[in-house]
């Protein structure tokens, strides 16, 4: 287990970037509303290493994201290095020398929407509490611009570590002041299946996740929604809940379920909630 390079108090429980989607899904069908349609990409065809010479995506490079970015429009003169969370490297584009998405065609080539060529970094922080009054195992979420809900999070600025990044979004985008902890755990650290990746640019991820325990909502601060959030509640967790979360959040929470079962010091009625969760 490699140690967390963020505090000393977040553990890891995988590798960083084994875990996650073999291939990506969301990145191949589904966009922002600005983008063009993807080039169609079929299960078989997604590979890098498998010759697509009819491949001809789109190009897209949203005129806000032009403006802020602090790459340049040309890959040839990024001076920084790319760093991915990616075990293998980065693979780039013989001629282009553009970096290639580690998971495959997207149907999209630049960068859409993202600031970034290659990796772009976010951390988000799952809270989980087992609810004493519904007897529910219930995470804190907020609902995203785009109708979806999802685990606080968002990008890593500079200068940040991932930590940092997940207690400010969390703050930030729900009102509840929270600090990692000697119970905060790295529960993922890769790529994002995101449906705003492309062949060029992706999202990568630091998921941390800390149980609560035992809770009465009236004991606490109830949460409120922030910055781009809409709204931010505690959701009792569901499989359909897990189901229509954004992007990779569905394994996000699974992980976080997957801990609850595993961990020692989990309280037996949330662990049996987590297990019944899962079966489902
Ligand atoms: C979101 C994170 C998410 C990441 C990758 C960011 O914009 O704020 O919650 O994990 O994108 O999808």
Same mark, same amino acid.
Do not use: C
């Given at each position: 287990?490699?140690a967390?390079?963020?505090?000393?108090?977040?553990?890891?429980?995988?590798?960083?970037?084994?875990a996650?989607?073999?291939?990506?899904i &969301?990145?191949?069908?589904?966009?922002?509303?600005?983008?063009?349609?993807?080039?169609?990409?079929?299960?078989n065809?997604?590979?890098?290493?498998?010759?697509? /010479?009819?491949?001809?995506?789109?190009?897209?490079?949203?005129?806000?994201?032009?403006?802020?970015?602090?790459? /340049?429009?040309?890959i040839?003169?990024?001076?920084?290095?790319?760093?991915? %969370?990616?075990?293998?490297?980065?693979?780039?584009?013989?001629?282009?020398?553009?970096? +290639?998405?580690?998971?495959g065609?997207?149907?999209?080539?630049g960068?859409g929407?993202l *600031?970034?060529?290659?990796?772009?970094h976010?951390?988000?922080?799952l809270?989980?509490?087992f609810?004493?009054?519904t007897?529910?195992?219930?995470?804190?979420?907020?609902?995203?611009?785009?109708?979806? *809900?999802?685990? /606080?999070?968002?990008?890593?600025?500079?200068?940040?570590?991932?930590?940092m990044?997940?207690?400010?979004?969390? &703050?930030?985008?729900?009102?509840?002041?929270?600090?990692?902890?000697? &119970?905060?755990?790295?529960? %993922?650290?890769?790529?994002?299946?995101?449906?705003?990746?492309?062949?060029n640019? *992706?999202?990568?991820?630091?998921?941390?996740?800390?149980?609560l325990?035992?809770?009465?909502?009236?004991?606490?601060?109830?949460?409120?929604?922030g910055?781009?959030?809409? &709204?931010?509640? *505690?959701?009792?967790i569901?499989?359909?809940?897990?189901q229509?979360?954004?992007?990779?959040?569905?394994?996000?929470?699974r992980?976080?379920?997957?801990?609850?079962?595993?961990?020692?010091?989990?309280?037996?009625q949330?662990?049996q909630a987590?297990?019944?969760?899962?079966s +489902?």
């Amino acid at each position: 287990m490699g140690a967390s390079p963020t505090t000393n108090t977040v553990r890891n429980q995988h590798e960083p970037g084994n875990a996650g989607p073999a291939t990506h899904i &969301k990145a191949r069908t589904e966009k922002p509303a600005d983008y063009p349609e993807r080039f169609s990409v079929t299960d078989n065809a997604v590979n890098w290493n498998i010759p697509y /010479p009819e491949y001809a995506p789109p190009r897209y490079e949203s005129p806000r994201m032009l403006e802020r970015s602090p790459d /340049p429009a040309d890959i040839h003169g990024l001076t920084r290095t790319m760093q991915s %969370y990616e075990q293998r490297g980065l693979q780039l584009d013989g001629a282009t020398d553009e970096p +290639l998405n580690p998971r495959g065609r997207t149907g999209m080539s630049g960068r859409g929407q993202l *600031w970034l060529w290659g990796p772009n970094h976010a951390a988000d922080f799952l809270l989980t509490r087992f609810n004493t009054d519904t007897q529910q195992l219930e995470a804190l979420l907020i609902l995203r611009n785009n109708g979806q *809900w999802a685990v /606080p999070g968002g990008m890593v600025d500079a200068g940040e570590s991932p930590a940092m990044t997940a207690m400010r979004e969390l &703050k930030e985008e729900t009102n509840i002041p929270f600090s990692t902890s000697s &119970k905060t755990w790295e529960l %993922y650290r890769g790529y994002v299946d995101d449906p705003r990746n492309t062949d060029n640019a *992706w999202m990568e991820t630091v998921v941390l996740h800390e149980h609560l325990g035992n809770v009465s909502p009236s004991d606490g601060n109830a949460p409120s929604a922030g910055s781009d959030a809409r &709204k931010a509640e *505690w959701k009792p967790i569901s499989q359909e809940l897990i189901q229509g979360l954004y992007a990779s959040h569905p394994s996000f929470v699974r992980a976080g379920l997957e801990a609850l079962t595993e961990a020692p010091g989990t309280d037996p009625q949330a662990r049996q909630a987590a297990a019944t969760v899962l079966s +489902l």
